[in-house]
Each structure stands twice: as C-alpha cells, then as structure tokens.
C-alpha cells in the first residue's frame, strides 16, 4: 500500500521554508508518510493574492532577521542567509521540480537551501547553483541546459498556479489530508492531523468565518469622504 503524502510548496526566497524543510522528514518518517515537493514562485502567490512579501516592509524586514537568528541559535544551526535578498529563484526553483531532479529531488533540494540559508551563497546565480550540484555529484550543466526548456518553464508556471487553485497563499504550506498549514511554526498542528487526533471536526473548522461588517479600502473611502 502506498504511503500517504504532505505535500510541501517552498520557494528558496523564503527563510521559513528552510526552517520547515529541516524539519518535515522526520515527521514524514515517523507517521510513515511521503513528501511531495512542490517548487512554487512566491512572487507570484503573492501578486495573486494581494499582499506584500516580509522583506517588502521595513521593520517587518528587520524582525524578520532578528527571528531567524534566534531560531538559529535556539535550533543549533548555522545561520548565514544567501549574498542577496531578494534574489531571483527560478533557476533553483526550475532544478528542483521533480521532472529535473528525478530522485535526487530531496537531496537537490536540501543542498540549495543549505547553501543558501546556512552558508551565504547566491542562490540566484547560475554559476553558483551548478557548482552545487556538481558537489552533490549530480550533473551541474544538465541541469542548467533542462532548466532553459520552455516545458519546464511551464512546469513551474503550472506547478504555481495548482497551489494557487488548492487555495496555497505563502511559503512554507503544507497540505495534509487536505488540511492547509501555512508556517515551519504548524508542525505540532500538522503532528495532529498525521496522528489523527485533531480537536477540530470537519464541521468546526469554518465555524469562527463571520461576515464582514467593513474593508479597508471601503472604510479608506468613508474616511476621505468625511
């Protein structure tokens, strides 16, 4: 019988997806489950949905590093954050869908987050990534001609626009039985679910959705009106 998946939508940009990522598969083994990786563009999640990244708002930005060094330290992992943030992902991203990586998806996957995020590379950089690879013993310069097709260009695209239908709104998400977790903070959450012991019934988790009383862009307009 086929083990049952958490599916796991990343994009490198994001700091919490490593933080996730260090910890999914040791949840995945214990409740005897797969990871399915889903490379998604986090731009484009958030461009869908409205918002603005954390790096995009100032204090947020600065809290934001003040919170992954203290994971860091409190986790006891080295914490060095790539040579540029933000960076272009879609290279790093493009290798690590499952029809370039093949079978060496996870350990693709683990290596550019590591090199990012605990070793300062440049992750939005060619060069960089297939020296990488070729370090993974894997084929640097395959990966970076596959990676230039236009159908695995459209994979990603494809890959981007499934999470935003499963209604995926940031990284890290996890799906889980078709329960949607959002944060490398909901493994006990996702713990619960996995060991089928989850407080809320299908009929309570809509139960809190009240409607809107007031939106903010109407509510600016009633305040310019005024």
């Not at 070729?134 to 499934?162: F, P, R």
């Not at 809509?206 to 109407?218: C, G």
Request: charged fraction near 25%; proline fraction near 6%; charge should be negative.
């Amino acid at each position: 019988m086929a083990t049952k998946p958490i599916h796991f939508y990343f994009d490198y940009i994001s700091p919490f997806a490593y933080f996730a990522w260090r910890q999914l598969p040791s949840i995945a083994e214990k409740y005897n489950r797969r990871i399915e990786a889903h490379p998604v563009v986090f731009g484009k999640l958030l461009d869908h949905w409205g918002q603005l990244g954390p790096a995009e708002i100032a204090p947020k930005r600065n809290w934001l590093h003040q919170f992954c060094l203290r994971y860091a330290v409190v986790n006891g992992f080295e914490y060095n954050p790539p040579k540029y943030h933000p960076f272009n992902p879609l290279a790093a991203l493009r290798m690590s869908l499952a029809e370039v990586s093949g079978t060496h998806q996870h350990r693709l996957i683990t290596a550019i987050f590591e090199s990012g995020w605990s070793r300062g590379k440049d992750l939005g950089d060619l060069p960089t990534l297939i020296s990488l690879m070729d370090e993974q013993g894997l084929d640097g310069a395959y990966l970076s001609e596959e990676i230039a097709n236009a159908e695995v260009k459209n994979l990603l695209v494809n890959e981007t626009a499934t999470a935003i239908e499963k209604g995926v709104f940031g990284v890290p998400s996890m799906i889980v039985d078709g329960n949607l977790f959002w944060g490398n903070d909901q493994m006990e959450h996702i713990e619960l679910v996995l060991a089928d012991r989850d407080p809320l019934g299908s009929h309570q988790r809509n139960a809190l959705e009240r409607p809107r009383a007031i939106d903010r862009k109407s509510f600016k307009e009633r305040e310019t009106q005024s």
